[in-house]
């Protein structure tokens, strides 16, 4: 008999067109949930939602600029709508704008409000829309914030992509203290270089950032989505249910190194 950890349990995943939020759809599908698979561009939503449901899944696709507080409010009701609940949040929808890795006082401020606006603003309107629904349903909850290594130093060149990591981490803490007496535990996860960052195709030299990082990554290599994956479909059950507010690196040794 295959064993279903998640049978029952519904999930809402932005970015889960792609990378880090496919991976996590695929696996948590596999598990049993019932998946919403959200985010921008539909295509890709609508793509990884019919994949699932080719395999026998329950999976719904939904367009949504995490970004725009009406269009993630109706996302989170959607899914309730299909599914009837909500258990797990993964809130993985990001962008980083490669050719603005300029110094801050150079920096445009439209280019540090529209990363804000997906990468911090997006998570804030993820989670407050799934909270509100966890809490009146009342049975708790779990919540996985997907930050990076680049929030544990200073290091990165892309002050806006930085600053906004750093949040994230900042708003699982804050969740996990506050929302812990009613059962809903919310974690970040930080994962390394992967082989292809967010807006990879635009970045200017992707080989050679590849063969830096790789010489800087005690496991020689750039990461895959399915290596962080896991960690978050972990994070969303019953085995971890004493880890709240935590942020858990998953970067190959980078930061350590
Ligand atoms: N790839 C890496 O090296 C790396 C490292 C550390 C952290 N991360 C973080 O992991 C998360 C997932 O990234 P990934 O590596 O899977 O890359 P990805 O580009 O495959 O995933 C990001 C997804 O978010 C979607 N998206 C972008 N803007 C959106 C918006 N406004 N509303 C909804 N969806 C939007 C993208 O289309 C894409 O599907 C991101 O938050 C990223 O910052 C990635």
Known sequence: MTSSPLRNKVAFITGGGSGIGAATARLMAADGAAVAVAGIPAAGVEQVAAE??????????????????????????????????????????????????????????????RTHDVNHRGVYLTCKYSLAQMVKQGEGGAIVIVSSVTALNGRSANPAYLSGKHGLIGLARHIGVHYGRRGIRCNAVCPGALERTPNHDDHP???GREESLAARIPLGRLGQ???????????????????????FVIDGGLSVA
Do not use: K
């Open 52 to 113: 699932l449901r080719a395999d026998g899944h329950r999976a719904l696709a939904i367009p949504l600029d995490v970004a725009d507080a009406a269009q993630t409010a109706a996302a989170v009701a959607r899914t309730v709508e299909e599914f009837g609940r909500l258990d797990m949040v993964v809130a993985s929808a990001g962008i980083q704008l490669h050719r603005e890795d300029v110094n801050l006082h150079e920096l445009p401020e439209a280019i540090w409000d």
């Open 225 to 247: 989505p399915e290596e962080i994956a896991p960690f978050i479909v972990f994070l969303c059950t019953p085995a971890a249910a004493y880890a709240t507010g935590a942020a």
């Open 205 to 207: 030299d992707p080989t």
